[in-house]
Structure formats: structure tokens, C-alpha cells
């Protein structure tokens, strides 16, 4: 037997979750990356591996509790049960009007953001339970914060964080400790490809921090890191903003008053 964690990580083919795998893998742990897509969650397993790190790429669709069950029974069989449990996959949206939205769009959302997250939790969770031990971090957001118009996608992600809360205090007496993580924009292939289409305004994003950089994925693969460590064994049900200030600056920034420095 080896005393080596094993490390899921839900969304990790690509973005945040693709740094945490990275991540996880230097700390030395077996790697299994869950994403629905292909080619990039095996190219990230490889990448991995190329770095002599121990990963394997499972295909699944965290929105379907079925699979999930299968996936999670597969990974415990190939690649020991889940130590560490990161849930980063995800459906990003633009701005939309809650009276005129797609709801197809918004019922699929809920599906992968929050059910997802939920049957990750779930069959994993008993992996950690049957062991008497774990560490789990949900992907939050600064939506998880505040109001932002994002009509599914943004309370999907507050009830990710009450989710969250009702973990930790259930797994706690299984010495399983739960977390989330809220980030602000992150510069991913995804939110360039946004800033590219005139779906974000980078001048609003660098306007709203109280830094002036924003964090990139590996700032947030690390946060994560250390929620699941030794370091934080004393940690469980809160939310960690990676936000560069945000979170204090949005309202700060918008007082009537006008904000002492501009004066
Ligand atoms: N990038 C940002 O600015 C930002 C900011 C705050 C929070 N977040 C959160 O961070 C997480 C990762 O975001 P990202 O920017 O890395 O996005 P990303 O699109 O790069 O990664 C998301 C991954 O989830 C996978 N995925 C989507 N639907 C899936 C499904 N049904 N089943 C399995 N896998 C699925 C995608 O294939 C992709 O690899 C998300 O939870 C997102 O809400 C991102």
C-alpha cells in the first residue's frame, strides 16, 4: 500500500481546475481529472505525467448522477478512494435579463454548477467518510459574495457556498474538513475569450480590485492547496476570496462621496 492522496479534481481539463491538477500532482499526489472534455483532459493528464507525475483522465458529465457514481467507483478502483476532492467544473455565462432568459440555459446550468458540485460531494464524500478523513474544496466565486447579473450562475454559486456550510458541518465528525474558494476574474483561456468578444470590459475588471493585478489559476490552485493541507487542519466551512480586494473595494470604489484619492 501507499501512503500517496489521492486527489479528483471535477472540471480539471481545463482553467483553475487544470492548475489545481497541476498542483496537486508536484505536492505528489495520484491525480484524476473528471471533465467532459476529451481531448483537453487528457492532454492535461499527460502533461502531468510528462512532468512524472501520476494522473489519469476519466471522462464523465458531472451533471449526471449515474455516471458520477460509476466514475467515482472506477477512481477508487484504479486509483485508490478520493483524499482530496476539488470541484471546479463549471458553466460560465454572460449577462442576461432573469425576465427574458433562456431557461433550458438556466436549468443546465443549475445542473452542472450546482448538482454537479452536490453529486461530486456526495460520491466522493463517502470514499472520505468510509476512511475517516478528507479534505474538499468547492470552486466558489465572487458571485458567491454579492449580487452580479448573472441570473442562474450567481445564486448557483451562493448556494454552493451554504452547500458548503452544511458539508462541513456534516463531515466534520468524519474528520473530513470542507472549504470553497471565491476568486475574482482569473484570466483563463475562457475569460480572455470573453474579454476578446466584448462579453467583459477589462477596464471595469482592473477598476474593481483594491490590487492592481488579478490573481491567475495557479494563485487559486494554491489557496486550494493550502485549505487542504496540514496547515489548515483547524479550517473547515469557510469561504476563501482570492479576489486582489475586491470583495472590499466593489462598494468602497462606488461611494457617493467620491473616494478620497480622486479628490
Ligand atoms: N475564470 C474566472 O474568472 C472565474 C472566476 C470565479 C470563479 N470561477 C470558477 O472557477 C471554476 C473554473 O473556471 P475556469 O475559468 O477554470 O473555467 P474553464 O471553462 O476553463 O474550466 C471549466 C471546466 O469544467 C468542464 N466542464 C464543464 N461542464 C462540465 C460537465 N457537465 N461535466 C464535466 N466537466 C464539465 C469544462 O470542460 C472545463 O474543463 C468554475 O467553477 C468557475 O465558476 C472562475
Redesign the pocket.
Known amino acids: 500500500m501507499t501512503d500517496r492522496r489521492t486527489a479528483v479534481i ?9 492548475a489545481c491538477a497541476i498542483r496537486f500532482a508536484k505536492e505528489g499526489c495520484a491525480v484524476a481529472i ?4 476529451k481531448s ?2 487528457a492532454e492535461t493528464a499527460r502533461h502531468i505525467v510528462r512532468g512524472s507525475g501520476t494522473a489519469r483522465y476519466y471522462p ?4 449526471n448522477r449515474v455516471e458520477m457514481q460509476q466514475v467515482a467507483a472506477t477512481v477508487q478502483r484504479e486509483m485508490g478512494p478520493a483524499d482530496i476532492l476539488v ?6 455565462p454572460n449577462a442576461e435579463s432573469i425576465l427574458d432568459m433562456d431557461m433550458d440555459r438556466h436549468d443546465r446550468m443549475w445542473q ?2 450546482y448538482h ?1 458540485t452536490l453529486h461530486a460531494c456526495m460520491v466522493f464524500g463517502r470514499q472520505m467518510r468510509e476512511r475517516g478523513q478528507g479534505a474538499i474544496v468547492t ?5 458567491s459574495i454579492l449580487p452580479l447579473p448573472l441570473p442562474a ?1 450567481n445564486p448557483g ?1 451562493a448556494a454552493i457556498q451554504r452547500l458548503t456550510q452544511l458539508l462541513a458541518v456534516e463531515l466534520g465528525r468524519h474528520g473530513i474538513r470542507v472549504n470553497s474558494v ?10 480572455l475569450a470573453k474579454i476578446e468578444a466584448g462579453q467583459r470590459d477589462p477596464a471595469k475588471i482592473m477598476g474593481a480590485h483594491a490590487l492592481d493585478a488579478l490573481p491567475d ?1 495557479d494563485d ?1 490552485a494554491q489557496a486550494v492547496a493550502f485549505l487542504c493541507s496540514e496547515s489548515a487542519s483547524k479550517i473547515t466551512g469557510v469561504l476563501l476570496p482570492v479576489d486582489s480586494g475586491w470583495a472590499a473595494a466593489v462598494s468602497y470604489k462606488t461611494y457617493a462621496g467620491g473616494v478620497p484619492w480622486d479628490a
Open positions: 471535477t472540471g480539471g481539463a481545463s482553467g483553475i481546475g487544470r473528471l471533465d467532459a472534455d483537453k483532459g464523465c458529465d458531472v451533471a470541484t471546479s467544473a463549471a458553466l460560465i452542472v454548477n454537479g470552486v466558489g466565486s465572487i458571485n450562475y454559486k471565491a476568486p475574482t476574474y482569473v484570466l483563463t483561456e475562457g475569460l489559476a487559486i
